[in-house]
């Protein structure tokens, strides 16, 4: 057995288990089912060599050669398909064209026996028969490799890389180690076409093939490429480790002929083999795990977040079915006001005027309350471009008691604020509210479930430096933990119980205030004994 044929079997190995992988977990993505096409193509592509490596038969070795070009043609199509899916490129008509044009080559691949394609095979390395287009001259096959090969894989990589470049986050890592893996594996299958021009440099280049699909693994578990949390499974770890296991004691007694070494090398491999799997299943089982967590913990948030819109859009719609009765109520109470001042002066008693001219205007004023606070909640259910201009403090804290200072109220909360006058913000309005608003209804929730006989939450912004302002909320509520303070601002932790909240509130305040280029955190002396916020903002 030569280095090209054990190459070979390491490529059918590897691809054959990425494409069982795929098309078991994860049917129903198109681009993982474009990848199947590809791993299956390149799984026929390592039966081929390795036929075409270990038969001396002239004839034989043509129809090999016929067979794994078919899977080459294929794997392009398939490659390209699966990049413009991946990226979301949509070119309907040049697909249908790149496909009629593989239907074409693969036709020529085997029409008469190949004799207007490959044509012709030369002995190689003194070991297998190899395609020879210096000798054949075909006009076919070098317009397969140079206007369909090479013209896709560069489109397909400028694509991929426009996507790379406008990405970020986990999408980013995906699409960086799935180039660095489709790179050396299309390196892999050039190097293998080099002795087409003479150029007899021995098949390593095969084992790059093998090389891309460790990558794309590694891919698939660290960063979900594909969208694939559980694609790598215990046979398929299996399959990898003793594929290496197997595959360099075999490599080093081919190549070096030291054959009692490689034996003694496969038995050494052999005993730790075991050890080795069950380490690498547990790490993997474990990461799996996590990622499957991570997914609940995306598909809450994105349900808290469907949630919050609809929540905005009630309130939004209720705030205008309130406002338009509230005119009403407002402008009849003026209408009355004046009819009793007026027209009815002389039929009603001074005493009983200015007792109704009293709770008139006690009625407008209650009612220019209610349209103050109604225009407040729709100012901050109304969507945002999330722009940072010069905001006033104090119209920040007005529309945020309009909204909150009523719950204060209720819950007989002694609400007490210290605002520094003229204090400006580089910021967003609603943003800012919304800050306000989740760090109150944190500290509401912890001062009325702590048991208290005075609930008291305080409120101070001021100037804590030439180009800053602190704004700092504190409440004697149930406090926060010592080992929890590093970690409260995080997503989905939260100090309530699981029916109150999901951990998203303070979350959202963190996120707010890092795109506001400022500073958050928390102090508490422990639980019960109350707990004091912290952001940090830069002026306007």
């Known amino acids: 057995m030569n280095s090209f044929a054990i190459s070979s079997i390491l490529v059918i190995i590897t691809s054959s288990v990425i494409a069982i992988s795929l098309l078991v977990k994860n049917r129903s993505l198109k681009a993982s089912n474009l990848w199947v096409c590809i791993s299956i193509c390149i799984t026929i592509w390592g039966i081929g060599g390795y036929k075409v490596a270990t038969t001396t038969n002239k004839v034989e070795a043509l129809f090999w050669w016929q067979f794994s070009y078919m899977c080459v043609i294929s794997a392009c199509i398939f490659f390209t398909h699966f990049i413009m899916e991946f990226c979301h490129v949509k070119k309907k008509y040049f697909l249908q064209l790149i496909y009629l044009m593989g239907s074409i080559f693969i036709f020529f691949t085997w029409y008469d026996n190949s004799s207007l394609f490959l044509k012709d095979l030369r002995l190689t390395s003194e ?7 210096l000798t054949s001259k075909s006009i076919i096959w070098i317009i397969f490799y140079i206007g369909f090969y090479w013209m896709l894989l560069v489109y397909a990589f400028i694509v991929l890389l426009k996507e790379f470049t406008i990405s970020t986050g986990k999408r980013r890592n995906q699409i960086k180690y799935f180039i660095l893996a489709t790179t050396i594996g299309w390196l892999g299958a050039h190097g293998d076409l080099l002795s087409n021009f003479h150029l007899d440099v021995y098949q390593y280049a095969n084992y790059c093939i093998a090389l891309h699909t460790f990558i794309f693994a590694y891919a698939i578990i660290k960063y979900q ?5 559980v694609a790598i ?73 469907r949630r919050h819109r609809a929540m905005d859009h009630f309130s939004s719609s209720l705030a205008h079915e309130i406002d338009n009765p509230m005119h009403s109520v407002s402008g009849l109470a003026e209408v009355i006001r004046l009819k009793v001042t007026e ?4 039929q009603i008693s001074e005493q009983d005027q200015n007792y109704l001219r009293s709770r008139l205007g006690q009625l407008i004023k209650d009612s220019g309350r209610v349209s103050k606070m109604v225009k407040a909640i729709r100012e901050f259910s109304s969507k945002t471009s999330g722009e940072l201009t010069t905001v006033k403090i104090d119209e920040v804290i007005d529309a945020f008691m309009s909204i909150v200072g009523p719950q204060f109220k209720e819950d007989n909360i002694t609400f007490e604020k210290k605002i520094e006058e003229n204090i400006q913000l580089k910021g967003n309005k609603i943003h800012l509210e919304e800050v306000l608003m989740n760090l109150s209804i944190n500290a509401i929730h912890a001062v009325n479930n702590n048991n208290l ?40 932790v ?11 509130g303070l979350a959202r305040v963190r996120k707010i205030v890092q795109n506001h280029k400022g500073k958050v955190w ?3 002396d422990g639980a019960g004994k109350g707990g004091s916020f912290f952001v940090e903002l830069v002026g306007g």
Do not use: C
């Not at 730790?272 to 598909?299: A, C, D, M, S, W």
């Not at 305080?458 to 010592?482: A, C, V, W």
């Open 127 to 133: 070991q297998f028969y190899w395609t020879d287009w």
């Open 225 to 229: 490429l594909l969208d694939i949390r």
């Open 233 to 305: 499974t215990r046979i398929g770890l299996f399959f990898f480790i003793y594929s290496i296991i197997l595959g360099i004691p075999l490599w080093i007694g081919y190549h070096y002929q030291l054959w009692i070494h490689a034996f003694l090398l496969l038995f050494v491999f052999a005993t730790i083999g075991p050890y080795v799997f069950n380490y690498l299943r547990k790490k993997t089982e474990q990461l799996l795990v996590e990622q499957h967590q991570v997914k609940l913990q995306n598909l809450a948030q994105e349900e808290q977040i």
């Open 343 to 346: 027209d009815l002066k002389g």
């Open 453 to 492: 006989n005075e609930k008291i939450i305080h409120l101070r912004i001021y100037r804590n430096s030439p180009k800053t302002f602190m704004i700092e909320l504190e409440d004697n509520g149930y406090g926060i933990k010592q080992d929890m303070l590093d970690d409260i601002f995080l997503d989905f």
């Open 494 to 504: 939260t100090t309530k119980a699981s029916t109150v909240g999901i951990g998203m």
């Open 522 to 524: 928390a102090q508490s």
